[in-house]
């Protein structure tokens, strides 16, 4: 490896550090502007994400391209103390992400981190048995207390590039300005790109694979995408394309609304025998969509609808009654998570010659789901009452 023939940074060297150090400022600032506040946490997340592997590709750079010496007029003790510095920019750069992640990893409010809202981030193995412990209060002190060092090194590295700039040093500040102001001489050859920034992409890769090799694999949606009920007891068939399971609530006072992609169901209905009627519909939570990505790997979550250990709500329809408005009421059974749950079922339907057109709709509690409950059990973020609709059409078998 050669010396630098440099007294400048490497032009890679340059925009890493001026891009993480405005991400740590912005940083500093949202990290005293967002309680209560879910789109600014999100992104004191992904922010923090997106620090770390900057920061990985930093330290693989500056292992392949060495920075340039320090200025001679400078004292041993200024060196020393400009070493100690770096390094400890360098120690907090990488640690304090990965205190931020064991923090959230460790919180028994287990909120979903998507970064940027697009990217699924998975929660640090082996953390499920410190929720809510030792563990998390002692990362949340080293997370905070962390941060105000980077504080005060950040102060000391401003001073010391303002000091030399204005004593009758050489400056050191110049060294690290992009482009041709202040350049004396041409920045160094650079090599490593593929061990800085390939090994960081790797590393980023293999991590947010985690979360796709925890989901269910692709399936068709819609009614018989799960195969899962027999449907040789009904008498009607379920349009696909036209028939749909909707949900809807509120989220910090706002309107939200999704649709499960995968369901199957069995009907058994005659106006005529409605003591014999019966439906037994299964639902695939963790196929849920309300559009916005956070919501949706957040219902998939342990304290949600925990798809990887309860994968199908199973939902029956008994004791068909006429109501007096013209349509139907049902009492309606889930289990969802193996927790049993009873509620009315009102709905219409028309019946059109070997065509059948259907609408309900029913209200659950979260709670009685045993749903957010450890997060939100007073509904304070999510109402505890969430809207189920039901709609479509279906053909009567021959």
Known sequence: MHAPSSNR????????????????LFMIWLGWNMEDNEARFQLHK?????????SVARVLWRWRNPPPPLPDDMTPWEKRLSHGVHMGFYFLMIALPLLGWLLVSTSRFQVSTVLFGTVSWPHLPFTEGLRGGVVHEVTEFLHSKGAWVL??????HVAGAIKHEVAAEQG????????L????????????????????????AIIAAVPLMKSAPPAPNGPGATGAVSEEAGNWDIDTETSEIAFSGTYQGKPFSGTFGRWDATVLFDPEDLEGSTVAVEVQPGSASTGTKLYDDTLQSGEWFDT?????????????????EGGYTAKASLLVKEQAVNVPF?????????????????????????????SDPGGDWVADEVTVT?????????
Do not use: C
């Open 46 to 54: 992904s922010i923090g994400i997106a620090i770390l592997f900057l």
């Open 172 to 179: 050191v500040f110049k060294r690290m300005i992009p482009g």
């Open 9 to 24: 940074y490497t032009v890679v060297a340059i925009l890493l550090h001026w891009a993480i150090a405005a991400l740590i």
């Open 346 to 374: 009102d709905f219409s339907l028309i019946i059109d010659s070997d065509t059948a057109t259907f609408e309900g709709t029913t209200t659950l509690s979260r709670a009685a789901m045993n749903l957010g409950q450890q």
């Open 390 to 398: 039901v709609k479509g059409t279906a053909t009567r078998k021959e």
């Open 181 to 204: 102001f202040g350049r004396p001489h041409s920045p160094p050859p650079a090599q490593g790109y593929a061990i800085a920034f390939g090994g960081a992409v790797l590393l980023f």
């Open 308 to 324: 990887n250990t309860f994968p199908v709500v199973k939902v029956s329809l008994i004791n068909f009654e006429a109501s007096p």
């Open 151 to 156: 504080i005060i090194l950040l102060g000391l």
